[in-house]
C-alpha cells in the first residue's frame, strides 16, 4: 500500500500552524502545545507525522541551544570537586604524575588519561568517566 502525501493538506497545516523558528520560551511553549495534541492523537495522517516532526525539529533546536544540560568539561568537572573537598592542585600531584601535569590538565591543555580517570573518580567517590571525554 502505497501512502500518499498531500501537498494542500500539508500547506493548510502549515498555514494553521505557522511553524518558524523558535526564538522565545513563549514560542517554545506554544509548539509544545501543539506537539503533545499532535502525538495525542491515535492516527495521524502523513501530512501531520511530516508537520510534527518538523515541530519536535524545531524544539530540539531551540532546546539545544537554550538548555544545554551538560556542557561541562571534565576539566570543571574536575575543579568543581576539588573546590567541594578545599583540595589545591598539589592535592592531585600523586594521581596526575606532576605538578606540570596538574597545571595542564586544570588549564584544559591536557586530557585526563583512563588511568588518571579510574584514580580521581576513587579519590572524589564518584564514576571515573566523568573525567573523561565520551
Do not use: W
Request: proline share 3%; aromatic share 8%; net charge negative.
Amino acid at each position: 500500500m502505497t501512502v500518499t502525501f498531500d501537498t494542500d493538506t500539508y500547506s493548510n497545516l502549515l498555514s494553521k500552524y505557522q511553524p518558524r523558528i523558535i526564538k522565545t520560551e513563549e514560542e517554545n511553549e506554544i509548539f509544545l502545545e501543539i506537539v503533545e495534541e499532535l502525538i495525542s492523537r491515535t492516527n495521524l495522517n502523513p501530512e501531520e507525522d511530516v508537520l510534527l516532526e518538523l515541530l519536535v525539529k524545531l524544539i530540539e533546536d531551540f532546546e539545544y541551544k537554550h538548555y544545554q544540560i551538560n556542557s561541562s568539561t571534565p576539566q570543571s568537572r574536575l575543579l568543581h570537586l576539588m573546590d567541594a573537598r578545599s583540595l589545591e592542585a598539589a592535592d592531585l600531584v600523586e594521581i596526575l604524575g606532576s605538578s606540570e601535569a596538574v597545571v595542564d590538565v586544570i588549564c584544559d591543555r591536557l586530557e585526563i588519561t583512563k588511568q588518571q580517570a579510574e584514580a580521581l573518580g576513587k579519590l572524589f567517590h564518584v564514576d571515573p568517566g566523568l573525567f573523561l571525554f565520551n
